[in-house]
Nanobody, 125 residues
């Protein structure tokens, strides 16, 4: 079974930057990042196709607009998430997700059949 292995995160400073990576051990069609804070739902952050053609960003997380970039190493199936000008509100557990299906509802958690274990990001002010 394909596994997703995340790396990055930890304790970061406000106004700094974040770069997370997630490597898939086998073939997938799409990869994405979600984040979750205690007591809240897991929210879609961004998604990308394995070819790198087609990137999708959250419509609901207004605070991330203009600060977030998703990219992919197509040779190694590693997806990256970069967030600039970090805010304490970016503190969350970030999850990598992937699907073996080409057509997905990007922001729907149910569209993804593979999940990483999550990596904690804490942004201090």
């Amino acid at each position: 079974q394909v596994q997703l292995v995340e790396s990055g995160g930890g304790l970061l400073q406000e106004d700094g930057s974040l770069r997370l990576s997630c490597e898939a051990s086998g073939p997938v069609e799409v990869m994405a990042w979600f984040r979750q804070t205690p007591g809240k739902e897991r929210d879609f952050v961004a998604g990308i196709r394995k070819t790198g053609i087609g990137r999708y960003y959250s419509d609901s997380l207004e605070s991330l607009k203009g600060r977030t970039t998703i990219s992919i190493d197509t040779d190694r199936t590693i997806v990256y998430l970069q967030i600039l000008w970090l805010k304490p509100g970016d503190t969350a557990v970030y999850y990598c997700a992937a699907s073996s299906h080409y057509a997905v509802s990007w922001s729907s958690r149910g569209a993804y059949d593979l999940w990483g274990h999550g990596t904690q990001v804490y942004v201090s002010s």
